[in-house]
């Protein structure tokens, strides 16, 4: 009996133990990058590295003002597509329609979700870029926006599932429709979760470079958003695989700025989010 | 029997039983009843629920539905104001009117602004108190002559329930114990006017004083419009119940007067199920 306890105790103890060390490296993964960004970035950032456009190969010095701009330009543009668009698929998937269509959507979203990113950039070029004859910030954000549907779609229905029931029947018993106690009442409930979820859609899209090499390419200068623009990735993916120590240390610095302001975009929303009552479950 | 208001259907009792009963249910005839359902079959796919459920329920009268877990009571009430046609692969036949109108003919909205119900749980919505009661009059349009803080206070006071949260108006409906969620529930639903309140087992997620104070409330609502209620408490039928309707698998046993019902009911199951020989 003793044997069998102690046996139990150290599987006990063995099990917990793993649980931690992996839990550990998750986190910890996090602040390895943090620290090597910082590490090897931080010494090119400087106030001109924000404002200054390029300078051109092995010349030293110079900043990505271009990139930040293009990156937030591309994002936003894919954001204003994507969100609406995916926000309103996941309100269908969670609240219209009988068993059939719902999942075939269902399906296609995920099918669409594991469509390997670069897939995804042939694609836009296909049928944006090719037709147009030039690369676009435009086609750029039409990529990302085709990446941004399906997460937004899939979470929004997880949260809007996730709304109790009784929630929806205490409205419909009021006599508001469907669409009303969907706008007024589920929504409202799920909107942090919704939220959160669409930050970490837009999150993940931003560091997006397979479909923008195809779509928005890069640019050395300010571009319109129908001309080829710079992003954050595709500077840093050009600079990192150049010949010149400079580029790198920049590729390095471009990665840290990209980083942050991912981080800081996530930690705001979600201080907007924090306020406002939640449903208790 | 057909045209008897309160009538049990022929086939209601799984048991053949003699017909000298149906004095007992002259007794809870009314005139003009308010609400009545005609011979009710409901399906879950292809699960039977309801078998020729037929039930009248008398104006200003609180009617409580009993009956073990799973006998159809619940299922019952809420086909009343049609909320089980929200649930997916079901399905109905009959008939149910109020005032005489077939309800399953008319538009769903309008007859659930009329039909009001209060669930198991209290399920305030994610707002504050005002919000809560706010939102029925809101969503109906019934805001145009009256203000909205003239609403949530009469509302509030039906359900006596404004001493306690008049001050807290704004606060999250969450703020506030389970009973007065409940109570407060009971406002929302009152605030849009209804002429039938419909209660799914109300006090069963509340603590006695709790249940206590819901009951006072149903016995003084009557005079403003019809009640029937689901419970799983035969004591609380007892004592708010003017008539009690006995369900089990599925049939209406036997509806009568409560103190009938509890005290020389007509049928052998609604006396074993009180006696507490079953269920």
Same mark, same amino acid.
């Given at each position: 009996?003793?044997?069998?306890?102690?046996?139990?105790?150290?599987?006990?103890?063995?099990?917990?133990?793993?649980c931690?060390?992996?839990?550990?490296?998750?986190?910890?993964?996090?602040?390895?990058?943090?620290?090597?960004?910082?590490?090897?970035?931080?010494?090119?950032?400087?106030?001109n590295?924000f404002?200054?456009l390029?300078?051109?190969?092995? +010349?030293?010095g110079?900043?990505?003002a271009?990139?930040?701009?293009?990156?937030?330009?591309?994002?936003?543009?894919?954001t204003?597509?994507?969100?609406?668009?995916?926000?309103? $698929?996941?309100?269908?998937?969670?609240?219209? %329609?009988? /068993?059939?269509?719902p999942?075939?959507?269902?399906?296609?979203a995920?099918?669409?979700?594991?469509?390997?990113?670069?897939?995804?950039?042939?694609?836009?070029?296909?049928?944006?870029?090719?037709?147009?004859h030039?690369?676009s910030?435009?086609?750029?954000? =039409?990529?990302?926006?085709?990446?941004?549907?399906?997460?937004?779609?899939?979470?929004t229905?997880?949260?809007? =599932?996730?709304?109790?029931?009784?929630?929806?029947e205490?409205?419909?018993?009021?006599?508001?429709? /469907?669409?009303?106690?969907? $706008?007024?009442?589920?929504?409202?409930?799920?909107? /942090?979760?919704?939220?959160?979820?669409?930050?970490?859609?837009?999150?993940?899209?931003?560091?997006?470079?397979?479909?923008?090499?195809?779509?928005?390419?890069?640019?050395?200068?300010?571009?319109?958003?129908n001309?080829?623009?710079?992003?954050?990735?595709?500077?840093?993916?050009?600079?990192?695989?150049?010949?010149?120590?400079?580029w790198? +240390?920049?590729?390095?610095?471009?990665?840290?700025?990209?980083?942050?302001?991912?981080?800081?975009?996530?930690?705001?929303?979600?201080?907007?989010?924090?306020? %406002?009552?939640s449903?208790?479950? | 029997?057909?045209?008897?208001?309160?009538?049990?259907?022929?086939?209601?009792?799984?048991?053949?039983?003699p017909?000298t009963?149906?004095?007992?249910?002259?007794?809870?005839?009314?005139?003009?009843?308010k609400?009545?359902?005609?011979?009710?079959?409901?399906?879950?796919?292809?699960?039977?629920?309801l078998?020729?459920?037929?039930?009248?329920?008398?104006?200003?009268?609180?009617?409580?539905?009993?009956?073990?877990?799973?006998?159809?009571?619940?299922?019952?009430?809420?086909?009343?104001?049609?909320?089980?046609?929200?649930?997916?692969?079901?399905?109905?036949?009959?008939?149910?009117?109020?005032?005489?109108?077939?309800?399953?003919?008319?538009?769903?909205?309008?007859?659930?602004?009329?039909?009001?119900?209060?669930f198991?749980?209290?399920?305030?919505?994610?707002?504050?108190?005002?919000?809560?009661?706010?939102?029925g009059?809101?969503?109906?349009g019934l805001?145009?002559?009256?203000?909205?803080?003239?609403?949530?206070e009469?509302?509030?006071?039906?359900?006596?329930?404004?001493?306690?949260?008049?001050?807290?108006?704004?606060?999250?409906?969450?703020?506030?114990?389970?009973?007065?969620?409940?109570?407060?529930?009971?406002?929302?639903?009152?605030?849009?006017?209804?002429?039938?309140?419909?209660?799914?087992?109300?006090?069963?997620?509340?603590?006695?004083?709790?249940?206590?104070?819901?009951?006072?409330?149903?016995?003084?609502?009557?005079?403003?419009?019809?009640i029937?209620?689901?419970?799983?408490?035969?004591?609380?039928?007892?004592?708010?119940?003017?008539?009690?309707?006995f369900?089990?698998?599925?049939?209406?046993?036997?509806?009568?007067?409560t103190?009938?019902?509890?005290?020389?009911?007509?049928?052998?199951?609604?006396?074993?199920?009180?006696?507490?020989?079953?269920?």
């Amino acid at each position: 009996m003793t044997s069998r306890n102690s046996r139990r105790n150290a599987v006990n103890n063995l099990m917990l133990t793993l649980c931690g060390v992996c839990a550990f490296l998750t986190v910890s993964t996090l602040f390895l990058i943090l620290g090597y960004l910082v590490y090897h970035g931080a010494k090119s950032l400087n106030p001109n590295f924000f404002v200054q456009l390029p300078l051109g190969e092995g +010349q030293s010095g110079g900043g990505i003002a271009n990139s930040i701009l293009g990156s937030a330009e591309i994002v936003a543009l894919a954001t204003l597509i994507g969100l609406p668009v995916g926000f309103f $698929a996941g309100v269908y998937l969670a609240e219209f %329609g009988g /068993k059939t269509l719902p999942f075939i959507v269902r399906y296609t979203a995920d099918l669409l979700n594991g469509i390997p990113s670069i897939v995804i950039g042939i694609f836009a070029w296909t049928v944006v870029v090719v037709p147009m004859h030039h690369f676009s910030a435009l086609a750029g954000a =039409l990529a990302l926006s085709v990446m941004l549907i399906p997460i937004t779609a899939r979470s929004t229905e997880q949260f809007l =599932l996730d709304v109790p029931r009784s929630l929806r029947e205490g409205a419909l018993a009021l006599g508001a429709n /469907k669409w009303r106690t969907i $706008a007024t009442v589920i929504v409202p409930a799920a909107r /942090k979760g919704i939220m959160t979820g669409m930050i970490l859609g837009v999150a993940r899209i931003s560091g997006e470079t397979a479909p923008l090499l195809f779509t928005s390419l890069s640019n050395q200068y300010w571009s319109g958003i129908n001309e080829p623009t710079a992003s954050l990735p595709v500077t840093i993916f050009n600079y990192a695989t150049s010949a010149y120590e400079d580029w790198h +240390q920049l590729a390095w610095a471009a990665g840290l700025v990209l980083l942050a302001l991912v981080l800081l975009a996530n930690i705001a929303a979600r201080m907007v989010i924090s306020r %406002g009552a939640s449903v208790p479950r | 029997m057909g045209t008897s208001p309160a009538r049990i259907t022929p086939n209601a009792s799984p048991t053949k039983m003699p017909t000298t009963h149906t004095e007992n249910q002259s007794q809870v005839q009314t005139a003009t009843p308010k609400m009545r359902a005609s011979n009710i079959n409901f399906y879950y796919g292809s699960f039977k629920a309801l078998h020729d459920v037929s039930l009248d329920f008398a104006a200003n009268k609180v009617t409580a539905l009993i009956g073990p877990s799973g006998c159809g009571k619940s299922t019952f009430l809420r086909n009343l104001n049609r909320i089980n046609e929200t649930l997916r692969d079901t399905r109905i036949e009959g008939e149910i009117t109020l005032d005489g109108e077939n309800i399953l003919d008319k538009d769903v909205t309008e007859i659930r602004r009329r039909i009001g119900m209060v669930f198991q749980r209290p399920n305030p919505f994610p707002k504050s108190i005002f919000e809560n009661i706010i939102y029925g009059p809101r969503i109906n349009g019934l805001l145009k002559n009256r203000s909205a803080a003239e609403v949530v206070e009469q509302s509030l006071r039906r359900a006596a329930l404004w001493d306690e949260v008049k001050d807290k108006l704004h606060d999250s409906a969450y703020a506030i114990s389970g009973g007065q969620q409940q109570r407060l529930c009971i406002a929302r639903a009152l605030a849009v006017d209804p002429e039938v309140l419909l209660l799914d087992e109300p006090c069963s997620a509340l603590d006695p004083i709790a249940t206590a104070k819901i009951e006072d409330l149903l016995v003084s609502l009557k005079h403003q419009c019809t009640i029937v209620i689901v419970t799983h408490n035969m004591q609380q039928a007892a004592r708010v119940a003017d008539t009690t309707g006995f369900f089990l698998l599925g049939k209406l046993i036997e509806h009568d007067k409560t103190d009938v019902i509890f005290k020389n009911p007509a049928k052998k199951e609604t006396e074993d199920y009180i006696t507490g020989r079953f269920g």
